[in-house]
């Protein structure tokens, strides 16, 4: 019987061929542990079509070599242009063929391709933007992220890490952390330990009037995260664009306006956000 498990590219191999280090400072860690890299395309839902798959900072392409074996066709975003440059002649077969793109330019401002998931280890600095770039684009996500970060997105009620960003990230999707990755696994380390996610996108289970108002006072409301939801409504008007605050209190249950923002789930921000909504500058009725 022969091993059918495919030979990867050495990550080592790879970074000396680019003639890189890495550099923190612009947010190059490569990933080196053979066994991570091996299993992050594996976190992708088992019905998650792979027939174009997205990946966000593509260094020195030790990712990129598994992606190009477990779906169809790959697009590459990378800043670095010596890096994109580098990635376009070591993988040229597969470029020749149709089967990898390379953009080169940042993720937040370059037009994506119609991918259908994406499997990144994320550039820390801009994770939060590029997380909330796809995430409303509803295809399934594998993103590696500080823990910090990755703990807060995936947060339940009344936890200390729940907040604005574990409400908007579960708007979108069902959040899990997959894997903790210690920095021995990248070269240069980072200073912190990371985390795989899996976002594997849903409708919310709760109906909200307009989305951008709901994220921009789930906003409003954590950021008096230790007050009361009564005083964070009538204390964050001015953020959230409610005219009549006092008239979202007067509408809403005593038990809900006496608890803390974090202490409330989902769908109860979504409940309030509606009242909300007929409420504010930009509301229906407005
Ligand atoms: C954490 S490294 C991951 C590299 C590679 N995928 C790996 O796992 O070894 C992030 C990569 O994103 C690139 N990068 C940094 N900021 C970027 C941005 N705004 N847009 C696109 N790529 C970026 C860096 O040059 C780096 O190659």
Request: glycine share 6%; charged share 30%.
């Amino acid at each position: 019987m022969t091993d059918a498990t495919p030979e990867f590219r050495d990550p080592d191999d790879l970074r000396r061929r680019a003639g890189v280090r890495g550099d923190p400072d612009r947010d190059q860690h490569f990933l080196v542990d053979d066994r991570v890299l091996d299993r992050l395309a594996g976190y992708l839902p088992d019905d998650a079509d792979r027939s174009h798959l997205l990946e966000i900072g593509g260094g020195t392409g030790a990712l990129t070599d598994r992606l190009l074996a477990a779906g169809d066709r790959v697009t590459v975003v990378e800043r670095d242009r010596d890096l994109a440059a580098f990635l376009r002649e070591e993988f040229s077969e597969a470029v020749d063929a149709g089967t990898l793109d390379v953009v080169t330019g940042d993720a937040l401002d370059v037009e994506l391709p119609e991918f259908t998931a994406s499997v990144s280890n994320l550039p820390y600095g801009v994770s939060s933007e590029v997380a909330f770039r796809l995430l409303p684009l509803g295809r399934p996500l594998v993103l590696m992220f500080q823990a910090e970060f990755a703990d807060r997105m995936v947060a339940e009620p009344g936890s200390s890490e729940y907040g604005r960003l574990s409400v908007s990230a579960q708007h979108y999707a069902d959040v899990e952390i997959v894997e903790r990755i210690p920095p021995e696994a990248f070269d240069p380390q980072p200073r912190v330990e990371s985390a795989v996610v899996r976002c594997v996108p849903r409708d919310p289970d709760y109906a909200v009037d307009d989305e951008a108002f709901f994220l921009r006072f789930v906003k409003a409301l954590f950021t008096q995260r230790r007050k009361t939801v009564r005083n964070a409504i009538r204390n964050t008007a001015h953020i959230s664009g409610i005219e009549d605050p006092d008239a979202v209190v007067a509408a809403t249950d005593g038990d809900v306006l006496s608890r803390r923002p974090g202490a409330l789930a989902p769908a109860s921000f979504a409940a309030l956000a509606r009242v909300a909504w007929s409420a504010s500058e930009v509301g229906p009725g407005q």
